[in-house]
């Protein structure tokens, strides 16, 4: 990985991390604006919990570059859900940051697959 690109990655990587962990501990935290969204879209509380621990642990990945890789997968999987939720929700407007949050964990996981730890058999 090239000096600018390895920049990139770990500045979108910070930036990531630092928007999920506010967003996710909120979540956590039962902030009344959650509470009232993930009611509104059908979810159980409980789910509310478990995006927002999704999040929370995600973002701490996001700052270890071995473990990178899985907390953006991780992470993108709970941005898909947020997309089509808000998609199914005639919400479309809405769907875009977490595309654009996609992209970006998207670009951080191509960049950290070579320093991933490999799973185990």
């Known amino acids: ?40 879209y059908g979810y159980p509380d409980w789910f509310r919990l478990v995006v927002g621990a999704a999040e929370v642990t995600g973002a701490v990945l996001l700052l270890v570059p071995r473990a990178a890789l899985y907390g953006a997968i991780m992470l993108s999987v709970v941005m898909i859900g947020a997309t089509v939720t808000h998609l199914t929700h005639q919400e479309a407007p809405n769907a875009v940051v977490p595309i654009v949050l996609f992209v970006l964990l998207a670009f951080v996981a191509a960049s950290r697959r070579e320093t991933a730890v490999p799973a185990r058999a």
């Open 1 to 40: 990985m090239t000096k600018g690109r390895s920049i990139a990655v770990w500045v979108i990587s910070v930036l990531l991390a630092a928007l999920y962990l506010f967003t996710g501990g909120t979540k956590l935290a039962g902030m009344q604006m959650y509470v009232e969204a993930f009611a509104k």
